[in-house]
């Protein structure tokens, strides 16, 4: 069983290949915007990749692991990130709040009063896992963990159940270059049966349109 301090929801991009462009982005966050369903009291940064390393040595493995550091700028509005992400293949976006806004991204479990809400937009320069498998606990050990460099053709996402710890396979979801993430508060989970099909359908149509592309969904557990 996986024990859940912090549940993450991503819509990844079907083609691993799309990248999408500056201003698609904008419009996207815009869209979200007018449907009201981006963090409350936002603060919006972009981070680039620094050229610097944050080195660590993973618990389990020992493997000596070399994390990207980025450095971050913040936009005082949804135009100016164009500015900064204009000519970059590899970007984090991060758009931090409080919840709930009038329009919750997914059903989440009863909690009563405001929670963190993180929203990010995330593009790579060459594909990565967007699986999750936990390979301590998993059969599916053998596929990169998130965020690992992946082969394009890696196409199924294997992902764990947040209540149960069981895999959810889901196809056209374990690598991408671009994928959009929803965090909420720790502790907070989603109403959930056995699918990941969880955001709300105005919010999926919102990036197909945006983007014009076809996403599936998945998502990270901490």
Not at 147 to 162: K, L
Request: glycine share 8%; hydrophobic share 40%; charged share 20%.
């Amino acid at each position: 069983m996986v024990i859940v301090e912090q549940y993450i929801h991503t819509l990844i991009a079907s083609p691993p290949e799309f990248a999408p462009q500056p201003q698609q982005v904008v419009v996207f966050l815009n869209g979200l915007t007018d449907l009201n369903c981006t963090p409350l009291q936002a603060t919006m940064r972009v981070g680039k990749l620094s050229g610097q390393f944050r080195v660590g040595r993973d618990p389990l493995t020992g493997e000596v692991l070399r994390i990207p550091r980025r450095d971050y700028a913040v936009a005082d509005k949804t135009s100016g990130i164009r500015t900064l992400i204009d000519g970059l293949n590899d970007y984090d976006i991060i758009v931090s709040g409080e919840g709930p806004p009038n329009l919750q991204p997914l059903a989440l479990e009863e909690f009563d009063g405001p929670y963190g809400f993180n929203l990010h937009i995330c593009l790579r320069s060459m594909c990565v896992s967007t699986s999750d498998p936990h390979p301590e606990v998993s059969p599916t050990s053998a596929v990169p963990l998130f965020g690992e460099p992946c082969e394009a053709d890696n196409r199924t996402g294997f992902f764990h159940h947040p209540h149960r710890g069981t895999i959810i396979e889901v196809p056209e979801a374990g690598c991408a270059r671009f994928w959009i993430a929803f965090e909420f508060g720790k502790w907070l989970l989603p109403v959930m049966e056995d699918s990941l099909n969880l955001l709300d359908p105005s919010v999926v149509a919102l990036a197909r349109r945006c983007f014009a592309t076809n996403f599936a969904q998945g998502c990270y557990l901490l």
